[in-house]
């Protein structure tokens, strides 16, 4: 499969609000599927209790919203909305279960009225510690045991301590796989335009994570030999699109306005973690423990004593990166109120930075690429924001 295949499918994955893949998937092996909202859910324990995990990021800008208005106040962000508004037109009819990781406010007000819509299947809110010490530990080892005992009960496979190796190891292997892509278009940004990147990702949330993996891998293979010319374009790091994703359109937009995107936080929960997690005798306790240390920081993700915007500091060194943009989805609390920390540390670090807001229906597009692009001209022209 060439790339221009490989981007096809994932494309079609993309836009397919209907969940066919999952329902033949469903189909071909008997097994049933938990969706799950964005940021970080641990996917090894519904793997190994024999379920499929499948990323639920709203509608995009596919689908209008109707009655998925109704249920939430205007001055919120839309993935919630579009999220209702699928669920309640049966597009998530497919689906065996929810998972909720504690994301907002938002996100546990629509665990409530999702248990409320769908009373027979799944819902569970997943709490995270706030106290990142050894009863942050035992409250979150806690946590992921009740979690797999849930999905234990509803597919009827244990998740034994051998199907929780074997999924931590299929997972590692994807995590290092996204990891080797970022670094490819770190590295290399014209041979691994942005929006490709963004397509792979997105194929992760529905399709089986060994067959996620061999498609990067497929894809990597082929853009190191593929010959595209080098721009003049500013190396920048995107951040605040952690949760709500942005449309295709926004990314392509963005890529085109004289930026080449080096790094970024979307599709986050695939590669919330910075390091393998250990396979061994109590690997239960092991992916709990790899939230508590091995983390990424973001907005959602509170540290006492963390020295808020210092990762983004470091991410923009290590990328070679001449500035930042943060764009976070309307009215997102958590990404709004960590910014000004992120640009206070950016400041003191002399690097350049510029900030605007989106949905992920939205219909800003130009107005975004021309605030991108006039973003990148003043970094040539002067080594700084105008």
Not at 3 to 27: F, G, M, N, P, T
Not at 62 to 90: K, M, N, W
Request: with cysteine.
């Amino acid at each position: 499969m060439d790339i221009a295949a490989i981007i096809d499918r994932c494309e079609r994955l993309y836009r397919d609000l209907d969940l066919s893949h999952v329902h033949e998937w469903k189909q071909r092996t008997g097994g049933k599927a938990i969706g799950h909202m964005p940021v970080y859910v641990p996917r090894e324990i519904i793997h190994a209790a024999g379920m499929l995990p499948v990323g639920i990021m709203g509608g995009g800008d596919d689908i209008e919203i109707i009655r998925g208005d109704a249920y939430f106040q205007s001055y919120i962000c839309h993935i919630p909305r579009s999220t209702v508004e699928l669920g309640l037109a049966g597009k998530f009819d497919v689906l065996d279960g929810m998972l909720f990781p504690a994301i907002c406010d938002v996100i546990r007000n629509l665990s409530g009225m999702w248990q409320m819509m769908f009373p027979g299947k799944l819902v569970k809110y997943l709490d995270f510690p706030q106290t990142f010490n050894e009863v942050g530990r035992a409250f979150h080892r806690f946590e992921m045991a009740e979690l797999a005992l849930a999905l234990e009960t509803l597919s009827g496979i244990a998740a034994t301590p051998e199907r929780l190796n074997r999924a931590i190891a299929l997972y590692n292997d994807n995590r290092r796989a996204l990891a080797e892509l970022y670094d490819l278009r770190a590295e290399h940004p014209q041979q691994v335009p942005t929006a490709e990147l963004y397509l792979l990702l997105r194929a992760g949330n529905v399709l089986e994570v060994a067959e996620h993996t061999a498609l990067v891998r497929a894809y990597m293979q082929q853009a190191r030999r593929r010959q595209r010319a080098l721009h003049d374009n500013v190396r920048v790091v995107v951040t605040g699109l952690f949760c709500e994703q942005p449309p295709l359109s926004m990314v392509r937009a963005m890529e085109n306005s004289g930026c080449y995107i080096v790094d970024d936080d979307w599709v986050l929960g695939a590669r919330y973690l910075l390091r393998d997690i250990p396979v061994g005798p109590r690997p239960l306790e092991a992916i709990a423990d790899a939230y508590m240390t091995d983390t990424v920081a973001t907005a959602t993700r509170y540290v006492d004593g963390d020295d808020k915007g210092g990762y983004l500091v470091d991410q923009v060194r290590r990328r070679r990166a001449e500035g930042v943009i943060f764009a976070a989805a309307s009215f997102c609390d958590p990404a709004l109120l960590d910014r000004p920390m992120g640009q206070k540390a950016l400041a003191e670090a002399g690097i350049p930075h510029t900030a605007f807001t989106y949905s992920e229906n939205t219909g800003q597009v130009q107005v975004i690429k021309e605030q991108a692009g006039t973003f990148a001209d003043s970094i040539k022209l002067w080594g700084a924001a105008a």
